[in-house]
């Protein structure tokens, strides 16, 4: 099957998630304001309690990386509502490439993701959070925050045709939170317990939020005290990598099983 065909079955899906955006813009509205809402509770009603410089130099682009993880179960849902609703084992049945339907789902959820991180850089700078490094950096700092998302939507994706039905979301994405919150997005992993300290080091979410404050020129907070936080921008490129390698193969062989 050539690439050509690939792709174009894949933007086909891509409209049609398009066109829920038009038909759902509420859940769209609603997507883009959590973690909006979150930062901003983060910053003023626990950022006066932190003993560190500028804490919303620190929180701010934590959150980014934080909410690289926010709309996951949104994920997972709608592709659980196609397989409960028999709209895949359609899709499945039409002369198309059978990964077009994962794919279509992964960017149209990836082009939500950036929308999102649009909206909340723009709340950072209301805010009074600036980068401080050049225009590279910047945009550096963005592609591994997308390429983090794009690792965990094919997670998300793994795992919700894992969990089948929509009403088995909810326990599915009970996993994802402790990996999200268990992180230096909030505050050093010095301040942690030791055993949660390594956790929190090594955690992907970690990496990436590390990698994008060395890249704004943020303060780091601790760190550089282990080689996972020297090399953080190493690191916010392995882990996608490593999720991606494990997760889109899975999928795939995954969505090709259904009904069997």
Request: aromatic share 12%; no cysteine; charged share 15%.
């Given at each position: 099957?050539?690439?050509?065909?690939?792709?174009?079955?894949?933007?086909?899906?891509?409209?049609?998630?398009?066109?829920?955006?038009?038909?759902?813009?509420?859940?769209?509205?609603v997507g883009l304001a959590f973690p909006v809402m979150m930062m901003v509770m983060?910053?003023?009603?626990?950022g006066g309690g932190m003993e560190v410089g500028d804490y919303r130099e620190y929180l701010v682009p934590g959150m980014f990386a934080l909410a690289m993880a926010f709309g996951l179960?949104?994920?997972?849902?709608?592709?659980?509502?196609?397989?409960?609703?028999?709209?895949?084992?359609?899709?499945?049945?039409m002369p198309m490439a059978p990964s077009a339907v994962l794919i279509g789902r992964s960017i149209i959820d990836l082009l939500q993701s950036a929308l999102g991180l649009l909206?909340?850089?723009?709340?950072?700078?209301?805010?009074?959070?600036?980068?401080?490094?050049?225009?590279?950096?910047?945009l550096a700092a963005v592609g591994?925050?997308?390429?983090?998302?794009?690792?965990?939507?094919?997670?998300g994706i793994y795992l919700g045709m894992v969990a089948g039905r929509p009403e088995m979301v909810q326990a599915v994405q009970i996993l994802i939170w402790p990996v999200a919150f268990l992180s230096n997005a909030f505050t050093s992993p010095d301040t942690m317990p030791g055993w949660m300290g390594t956790i929190a080091e090594w955690?992907?979410?970690?990496?990436?939020?590390?990698?994008v404050r060395e890249?704004?020129?943020?303060?780091?907070?601790?760190?550089?005290?282990?080689?996972?936080?020297?090399?953080?921008?190493?690191?916010?490129?392995?882990?996608?990598?490593?999720m991606?390698?494990?997760?889109?193969?899975?999928?795939?062989?995954?969505?090709?099983?259904?009904?069997?």
């Open positions: 099957m050539s690439a050509a065909y690939i792709l174009s079955d894949s933007w086909t899906m891509t409209r049609r998630g398009l066109a829920h955006w038009g038909r759902q813009p509420v859940a769209v509205i983060f910053a003023y009603l626990l179960e949104a994920t997972m849902v709608e592709l659980t509502r196609d397989l409960d609703k028999g709209v895949i084992d359609r899709f499945r049945s909206v909340l850089i723009g709340t950072g700078l209301v805010m009074g959070w600036r980068w401080h490094g050049g225009p590279a950096a910047a591994l925050l997308l390429l983090l998302r794009f690792a965990m939507l094919w997670a955690n992907p979410m970690s990496a990436t939020a590390q990698a890249l704004f020129a943020n303060p780091v907070w601790g760190g550089g005290d282990s080689w996972v936080t020297d090399h953080a921008v190493l690191m916010a490129v392995v882990w996608p990598v490593v991606l390698a494990v997760f889109l193969p899975l999928a795939v062989r995954r969505y090709q099983r259904l009904g069997d």
